[in-house]
């Protein structure tokens, strides 16, 4: 077991209202209150009077000089998120004052954390399974209430139940076969083949099934709802992209080609995170070279967009322009929104019924904000569709899990069908080690050095 004691900023080093310094390992007591003085004038807080879990307000200082006015919480082994005695120093969230206090806790003698390792100790300290040790990632990178939910449900060890229970059905069968093994000779010990193989078919591959069944509904985690805004130019699109993020985000100009560059900003809507999109729109003539770059990039963007809005001028009306662009999208995928229709010339306006048969139509005025409500609507709408979130609870597997639960279940597969060819028990066996083996890997149970070093590269520092 590592003996060292770890420290790093756990918050973000950008302005914030509270900022904390971790420290874990066994002189994490002492650095702390090295830095620590209950008041200004300098009394020291005595280890032997600090107590587990309780919060004590005072300053930092580097030498004779203030550095900070603190909270100092410890919590002591076993009982910290690394099973190690663990301090935290909570700061004001400056960038310059976490660094100051991170220095002098190294100059006192830790080490800087790497990243993830403060979950990495709770790991290999045996507080958690791996399963719950990626989740904390996870619940970090959420784009959506959904998946937070779902990452909630793995720390807090669903995946890994799941995960045990499968293998606790293979282990029984593989405890029959071994003793069938091992008394071949006696009378009494008979192993029931059919019954071993109605196991593998009807309770352990369902359960691996459903497993699998989750991560592919659902195991794309982290990423948010991507929207990207099209349509002519001149129809409004930077200004309905202002209107979402409720800020001057793209310039509006009533020159057309102004937007050239990608422009775009996130919204949180309907319990997910959408990232908006404003593009130079798409046209077949541009005006200029950097126009028709501009253009390139709305075409990429619009093929890596989850949705498109479709932004049409009411008071234009419907060019041919507007259907070539249109064309040029996959109408399940989009939202048609009818701009301008506050101006007097909208009145008459109306889209080629192909069009509105295919995709959500909204009349919007993002000029004044007319209709923006029904179109955050249909957008969580369709968010909804096309990226369905788990339900509340719901541990999904990830990318690393899945692969093993391939793995696994083939091996359960070539179980069952041996134990049908009566292949002999010892032979079935090996499958089945096999595929206990490839759940291991799963919880961590089995893991090696690369494994975890993988898993903990994706973590952030003080994670
Ligand atoms: N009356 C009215 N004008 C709008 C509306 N939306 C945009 N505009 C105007 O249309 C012009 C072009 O807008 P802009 O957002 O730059 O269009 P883009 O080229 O599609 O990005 C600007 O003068 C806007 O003020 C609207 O809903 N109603
Ligand atoms: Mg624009």
């Known amino acids: 077991m590592d003996r060292s004691t770890i420290a790093a900023v756990a918050t973000p080093l950008s302005p914030g209202g509270i900022g904390i310094v971790r420290i874990s390992g066994p002189d994490a007591v002492g650095i702390a209150l090295s830095l620590f003085r209950r008041g200004r004038d300098g009394q020291p807080l005595s280890r032997g009077s600090i107590d587990s879990h309780r919060v004590y307000h005072g300053y930092v200082f580097d030498g004779p000089d203030l550095v900070d006015e603190v909270l100092l919480v410890f919590m002591l082994a076993p009982h910290s998120y690394t099973m190690e005695d663990v301090a935290e120093i909570h700061a004001h969230g400056g960038p310059a004052v976490l660094a100051t206090i991170l220095d002098l806790v190294l100059d006192a003698g830790a080490e800087p954390a790497g990243p993830g390792e403060f979950t990495k100790r709770a790991f290999l300290n045996g507080r958690i399974d791996l399963t719950q040790a990626e989740a904390v990632a996870d619940i970090i990178e959420a784009a959506s209430l959904a998946e937070v939910k779902s990452a909630a449900a793995t720390i807090s060890g669903r995946l890994k139940q799941e995960i045990l229970s499968i293998r606790g059905l293979l282990l029984d069968l593989l405890a029959g076969m071994e003793a069938s093994i091992d008394f071949s000779d006696q009378a009494g010990e008979v192993f029931d083949q059919e019954d071993a193989s109605r196991v593998l078919l009807l309770d352990v591959l369902p359960a691996l099934d459903r497993l699998m069944e989750r991560h592919r509904a659902f195991g794309r985690g982290g990423r948010e709802f991507d929207v990207v805004i099209v349509g002519a130019p001149n129809v409004g699109k930077s200004t309905l992209l202002n209107r979402l993020l409720g800020y001057e985000r793209a310039i509006v100009s009533d020159t057309p080609g102004t937007t050239r560059d990608l422009v775009d900003g996130p919204v949180f809507l309907g319990g997910r995170r959408m990232l908006f999109t404003d593009t130079a ?20 963007a619009l093929e890596r967009a989850d949705l498109a809005v479709f932004v049409v001028d009411a008071a234009k009306g419907f060019l041919q322009e507007d259907m070539d662009a249109f064309a040029r999208l996959s109408p399940e995928r989009c939202i048609v929104v009818v701009n301008k229709t506050d101006l007097p010339g909208a009145k008459g306006f109306s889209l080629p019924p192909e069009l509105s048969k295919a995709s959500r139509v909204v009349r919007v005025s993002a000029l004044y904000g007319y209709g923006m409500d029904e179109l955050e609507g249909v957008l969580v709408q369709m968010a909804d569709k096309l990226m369905p979130a788990p339900g509340a609870g719901v541990a ?27 292949v002999p028990v010892d032979m079935v066996a090996i499958d089945i080690k096999d595929a206990v ?27």
Do not use: T, Y
């Not at 729109?281 to 990429?300: S, T, W």
């Not at 070539?414 to 060819?421: N, Q």
């Not at 799963?442 to 520092?461: H, K, N, P, T, Y």
């Open 281 to 300: 729109g798409l046209r077949d003539r541009a005006g200029d070279q950097v126009e028709k770059k501009g253009m390139d990039l709305a075409a990429r």
């Open 437 to 463: 083996s490839r759940l291991d890997e799963i919880v961590g149970e089995s893991a090696d050095a690369g494994l975890l070093d993988a898993v903990f590269e994706r973590f952030c520092v003080g994670k």
């Open 396 to 422: 999904v597997p990830n990318a690393r899990h899945h692969a093993s639960l391939v793995a696994c279940r083939s091996a359960v597969f070539s179980a069952a069908r041996a134990l049908e060819e009566s």
